[in-house]
T-cell receptor, first 114, second 113 residues
């Protein structure tokens, strides 16, 4: 009965590879997000989707491409991975009402690029 | 440009003590100020939140104090317990931001037994 689930939990890969992270939420929320947490724990928003439409696209290299097949899923595909992409990536969702700051996060995907 | 400044970066408190984490913001359009708690290996989780029409909000041992004129808000954890050891993030948002939260840089709290 996990609310926001993302897979895989850990991802270790070589530089230059392409990888994907999947996210699903069963909360009935209409907005989903990808956040990046660096080694200093700083949280930065990358993308936000509302009902499958992209509404926030921060300054992120175009090697990162989100895809939302439906409002319960938001996947993140990363091409040509670089050392600097190593971080923890969090998927999150928020309800349609009740405050813009109420985010529900997944447990994160720790990406290590070697 | 960091819109929400958080301090201290790390905090060590004895069990039973009071933990205080401070945040300051710049954008006066912010109208919602949540605090998130993150345990190792987990995602952040909403702990408590306040709107600027009140100066204090309390939930159990956790209290937010809000000073609108100073553009500052703080989290107080009373009777701190080892289980409170986590990273705490303040954040701010405003209605026109398309659901975008601005997070502080985080405070790693360690409560010693």
């Amino acid at each position: 009965d996990t609310a926001v689930s993302q897979t895989p939990k850990y991802l270790v890969t070589q530089m230059g590879n392409d990888k994907s992270i999947k996210c699903e939420q069963n909360l009935g929320h209409d907005t989903m997000y990808w956040y990046k947490q660096d080694s200093k724990k700083f949280l930065k928003i990358m993308f936000s989707y509302n009902n499958k439409e992209l509404i926030i696209n921060e300054t992120v290299p175009n090697r990162f491409s989100p895809k939302s097949p439906d409002k319960a899923h938001l996947n993140l595909h990363i091409n040509s991975l670089e050392l600097g992409d190593s971080a923890v990536y969090f998927c999150a969702s928020s309800p349609p009402t009740g405050g813009v700051g109420k985010l529900f996060f997944g447990s994160g995907t720790q990406l290590s690029v070697l | 440009q960091q819109q929400v400044k958080q301090s201290p970066q790390s905090l060590i408190v004895q069990k039973g003590g009071i933990s205080i984490i401070n945040c300051a913001y710049e954008n006066t359009a912010f109208d919602y100020f949540p605090w998130y708690q993150q345990f190792p290996g987990k995602g952040p989780a909403l702990l408590i939140a306040i709107r600027p029409d009140v100066s204090e909000k309390k939930e159990g041992r956790f209290t937010i104090s809000f000073n609108k004129s100073a553009k500052q808000f703080s989290l107080h954890i009373m009777d701190s317990q080892p289980g409170d050891s986590a990273t705490y993030f303040c954040a701010a948002s405003y209605s026109g931001s398309a659901r975008q939260l601005t997070f502080g840089s985080g405070t790693q709290l360690t409560v010693l037994p």
